[in-house]
């Protein structure tokens, strides 16, 4: 039986003027919003328990197997406000589809897509004044996640989980918006390996990255670049988004899946885009020799990262511990257009002719 998420209402909302103060300036994961949907499973009975309340902590016993085994699965997407005030999902049963991929990684039960979707309609609905007008690149994050909630010390999979899904209104994933980033190649540490979990959206595969991020930060640059863990002889992705280059001669060209990168919905986007774009799209391996020396020798003219939260944020330099490899000023018009074309079909600028976009209200 499909989950309704009937709405019991925060008695306490905030106040419009407080919705208009973070509106105007809402950041990135910092302010979050009147309601939460949750729904909970157990091995007995299934989903049930699902609604949409007030946005609360959770009460956790200490045991709660999540706090131990990390037995926890997570996705990302946004609503996005249109010019005539409608509000938009961007592929919300792709987003769906993939949460189920990771549980079934992570032995958690998959959520029907349609449960998923209206779990975030849902919420998407009731707390639509959070979701940001336009201006520049704001949008509402939405965040859907699931743990292992039964109490227990034990490495199984859990038999009681918890589901939710929290919003929270967002301006510019990188503070510096559109400009250039640099990215730290790490030749120490890995994200993923053959048979490992790259491929899900785990919590896990994040908290694995910090060490290799922050060594980036001490670096100047603001993501890391994973190499494929075993032979160091593939470009992978970086810490939360996808990498992709540009060459000289039009290929737009991206590492292929191999098992061990999250498929990302932003680059599968773009690569379908790629033709209308003059852009041939190639998914390949890259080799960290190609990497520097097709900069060094002029083949690459542009690289950038992209990913739900940064949309599409071009890359001005890899370094790693060997050197640096600027890619050349060049305004990077090619990656501003590939941008502003996804840009334009989740704000409703140009007809959705690949149908996806979901309408919320
Ligand atoms: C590790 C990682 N790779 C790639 C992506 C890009 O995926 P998507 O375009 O679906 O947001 C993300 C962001 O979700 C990510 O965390």
């Given at each position: 039986m499909s989950l309704t998420f009937p709405l019991h209402r925060n008695p306490n909302p905030a106040g419009d003027d407080e919705v208009a103060r973070v509106l105007?300036?809402?950041?990135?994961?910092?302010?979050?919003?009147?309601?939460?949907?949750?729904?909970?499973?157990?091995?007995?009975?299934g989903w049930a328990a699902d609604e949409v309340k007030p946005y609360g902590p959770f009460q956790m016993d200490p045991a709660s197997a999540v706090l131990h085994y990390g037995q926890e699965i997570f996705e990302g997407l946004k609503a996005y406000r249109h010019a005539d005030g409608s509000i938009h999902l961007f592929r919300p049963e792709a987003n769906a589809e993939r949460f189920q991929s990771s549980a079934a990684r992570m032995m958690l039960p998959e959520l029907p897509v349609a449960d998923f979707v209206t779990a975030v309609e849902e919420l998407v609905k009731v707390d639509e004044r959070w979701v940001p007008v336009s201006a520049g690149e704001q949008s509402l994050y939405i965040r859907p996640f699931m743990f292992a909630s039964e109490v227990f010390l034990g490495v199984?999979?859990?038999?009681?989980?918890?589901?939710?899904?929290?919003?929270?209104?967002?301006?510019?994933?990188?503070?510096?918006?559109?400009?250039?980033?640099?990215?730290?190649?790490?030749?120490?540490?890995?994200?993923?390996?053959?048979?490992?979990?790259?491929?899900?959206?785990?919590?896990?595969?994040?908290?694995?990255?910090?060490?290799?991020?922050y060594e980036g930060y001490e670096h100047g640059c603001s993501q890391v670049l994973f190499i494929e863990a075993a032979d160091k002889?593939?470009?992978?992705?970086?810490?939360?988004?996808?990498?992709?280059?540009?060459?000289?001669?039009?290929?737009?060209?991206?590492?292929?899946?191999?098992?061990?990168?999250l498929?990302?919905?932003?680059?599968?986007?773009?690569?379908?885009?790629?033709?209308?774009?003059?852009?041939?799209?190639?998914?390949?391996?890259?080799t960290p020799?190609?990497?520097?020396?097709?900069?060094?020798?002029?083949?690459?003219?542009?690289?950038?990262?992209?990913?739900?939260?940064?949309?599409?944020?071009?890359?001005?330099a890899f370094k790693s511990k060997a050197g640096e490899?600027?890619?050349p000023e060049n305004g990077s018009p090619q990656t501003l257009a590939i941008r502003n074309a996804i840009l334009d079909i989740q704000y409703g600028r140009v007809p959705d002719t690949h149908g996806w976009l979901k309408r919320v209200r």
């Open positions: 105007a300036n809402p950041g990135f994961g910092d302010h979050f919003t009147d309601h939460m949907a949750v729904a909970t499973w157990t091995k007995a009975d199984r999979a859990a038999e009681r989980v918890t589901f939710c899904v929290i919003v929270s209104p967002a301006g510019p994933y990188f503070a510096g918006g559109v400009q250039p980033v640099d990215i730290w190649v790490t030749d120490e540490y890995s994200r993923a390996g053959v048979g490992g979990t790259g491929a899900a959206k785990c919590g896990g595969n994040y908290a694995s990255s910090l060490i290799a991020q002889d593939r470009v992978e992705e970086l810490g939360g988004m996808n990498v992709f280059l540009i060459t000289a001669d039009g290929r737009l060209v991206t590492p292929a899946l191999t098992g061990t990168i498929e990302g919905l932003t680059p599968d986007s773009i690569l379908t885009l790629a033709a209308e774009l003059g852009l041939t799209p190639e998914e390949r391996r890259i020799d190609e990497l520097f020396s097709g900069i060094a020798d002029g083949s690459t003219v542009e690289a950038f990262s992209c990913g739900t939260a940064a949309v599409v944020t071009p890359i001005g490899w600027r890619l």
